[in-house]
């Protein structure tokens, strides 16, 4: 039996702000914004080519805002994807070159911090 991990709750303080962050400009797909019932509203965001999406809304957790756990995405060109982060206006670091893989790291507009990863001994398609 597989077990996927789909979907991790990110806590904001502003849905619009974060969702126009994710969504303009660390380039995430806008999967999804409703709201089912009074006092939810549920935002999904996908990494494009990620199984795994992010979830931001009101009524969803009691999770003060910018505390979600380190989260990470992999890509398979780092110069690429911090060119485009810094050209959409996102405060990144600059490329931080490792012995097991290249990073640039970022927070969203309440401190949730995120570390993209370049992986150079995995084959990248």
Known sequence: MDW?????FVPVSDVDRAKDFYVNKVGF???FDERPMDGIRFVQLTPPGSACS???GEGLSDAPPGTAPSLQVVVADINKAHEQLKANGVDVSDIDVQDWGHFVYF???DGNKWAVQYLPQRPNS
């Open 4 to 8: 996927k991990l789909e979907l991790v």
């Open 29 to 31: 797909n806008a999967d």
């Open 54 to 56: 992010i979830a931001i």
């Open 107 to 109: 927070a969203d507009p």
